[in-house]
């Protein structure tokens, strides 16, 4: 008899120990007979289940020992056969795109040059390239085409900086409103800016049409300045934070939150997230490390990225400790780890890129998502023919196979399932390599964030109900 290590994963606690069943991605906590059971295994795997009923039979009643062996027997933790086999999804063929999402690259242009920018199709305003009304009335029909049994859709908007192109937004949001109604549909709509073209009109129309707006911005002043600056190589920190200001004060419609760019020398998180969220009263604070190209001068060095984790974890504490006693303290990367948790979400693919979101560029391209758009990656046909199905599915069900990988055995590669298309595009030339080089830190937040989660299910269970499941409704 062995522990299958690839389909269970215990994670300790103070006097308590979890078990994350890998296929499922669901939670148990073991009690005192099924951590013995399983520890005897662990030390002598020739025992079969006689022999680990006799061993434990002083210390346990012998049906319960029997009976829980052979619970851990039917959820493939324990193995009779000597063997671990990773337990996986079966291949998947991909012959519909059910969208939930369409992205709107609606213009190339911006008005600030931050040093770590990704786009390669970026421009000034003046020289960015502008989605056409034409491209993006055909890009909501294709959605709401692809969304027939969908009760809502979402229509996001991004750029450059999308508010450059605001007659076009305005255009989109009335064709979007109209058309949904026609189909009784309902439709939602989305921005990231950067905040510097604002104005209270503007915020009140977003306010109209229930927008969810996210502002990029990476902390105090010291921070923020030393990447996102005007063409001009000028600080914004002033011009963003007088903005969003104004705009937390007229917001109503939903909670606004901010987009932190972590590059290299930038992984000071703890006061970028008191400046963020306890001064300037964000929402939800959410931080992307970027570790997209081995060599680049914005990526995080290795020791910068565990820096960055042991923050994260600082952070995590507050949250938990916040949550005991009912509040969420808006550390949006702990939020979205406890909701993967609470709901036991499982993934066969990364994200919802190609499947329920695309996005479109100036021309009408349809890329796996805003981030690909100007890129060299072939696209996947376009809003005047429609998706690319061969080449689409191929390409997914390319990234759900794992045959071959370190993700095949990985405790977790249902909450993973491979990293980033974008960051391995980037770092290696391939859309579907593995994003191995920060696979350790994540196993290592996983099994933090399964330790938060434990205690708060216990010590306060309804913050999930009052916190956790409304913003995953929303």
């Known amino acids: 008899m062995i522990f299958d290590s690839a389909n269970a994963h215990l994670v300790p606690l103070e006097g308590r120990t979890m078990l994350l069943h890998v296929p499922s991605t669901a939670l148990f906590e073991l009690d005192a007979l099924g951590v013995a059971v399983v520890r005897l295994v662990e030390a002598e795997s020739d025992l079969d289940a006689e022999g680990i009923r006799a061993r434990l039979s002083t210390g346990f009643d012998p049906s319960a020992v029997t009976e829980c062996v052979e619970r851990l027997l039917r959820l493939q933790i324990l193995r009779s056969d000597g063997e671990c086999r990773p337990i996986n999804p079966a291949a998947i063929h991909v012959e519909s795109y059910p969208l939930s999402t369409i992205v709107l690259n609606v213009n190339t242009g911006c008005n600030l040059a931050c040093r770590y920018c990704y786009k390669e199709d970026l421009a000034v305003p003046a020289a960015g390239k502008r989605m056409s009304m034409e491209v993006a009335a055909r890009s909501i029909d294709l959605l709401l085409e692809q969304a027939e049994q969908r009760p809502k859709v979402s229509v996001v908007f991004f750029g450059g900086e999308p508010l450059t192109n605001m007659p076009l937004i305005r255009q989109v949001v009335d064709y979007a409103e109209e058309r949904a109604r026609e189909r009784g549909k309902a439709v939602d709509f989305a921005l990231t800016t950067n905040a510097t073209l604002l104005t209270e009109e503007l915020v009140s129309y977003f306010d109209a049409h229930r927008f969810g707006l996210s502002v990029s911005m990476d902390g105090p002043p010291v921070v923020h300045d030393r990447n996102r600056r005007t063409v001009g190589g000028h600080g914004t920190y002033e011009v963003v934070a007088r903005k969003v200001r104004m705009l937390l004060a007229r917001y109503r419609s939903k909670p606004v939150g901010a987009r932190v760019t972590l590059t290299a020398g930038t992984t000071e998180v703890e006061a970028i997230h008191e400046h963020l969220r306890g001064q300037l009263g964000f929402h939800e604070v959410g931080y992307a490390p970027v ?17 960055v984790y042991a923050g994260f974890e600082r952070l995590g504490a507050q949250y938990l400790a916040a949550a005991l006693v009912g509040r969420n ?62 080449r689409l599915g191929a390409f997914l069900e390319h990234a759900a196979d794992r045959s071959g990988t370190h993700c095949a055995s990985c405790h977790i590669r249902n909450l993973c399932a491979g990293g980033c298309y974008h960051e391995s595009w980037v770092r290696y030339g391939d859309p579907h390599h593995r994003t191995y080089h920060y696979c350790n830190l994540l196993r290592r937040w996983v099994d933090f964030g399964i330790r938060v989660y434990a205690e708060i299910s216990v010590r306060n269970p309804s913050f999930f109900s009052t916190h956790i499941e409304p913003r995953r409704a929303a």
């Open 329 to 390: 303290t808006g550390f949006a990367n702990m939020h979205q780890l406890m909701t993967d948790l609470h709901e036991g979400r499982r993934k066969a693919l990364p994200c919802g890129a190609g499947v329920g979101l695309l996005a479109v560029d100036h021309q009408g391209g349809l890329n796996l998502c805003h981030r690909f758009t100007g890129s060299d990656l072939p696209t996947f046909g376009d809003v005047e023919h429609g998706i690319a199905s061969e």
């Open 291 to 307: 570790t997209g190209a081995e060599l680049a001068g914005p990526t995080l060095s290795a020791a910068e990225l565990a820096e």
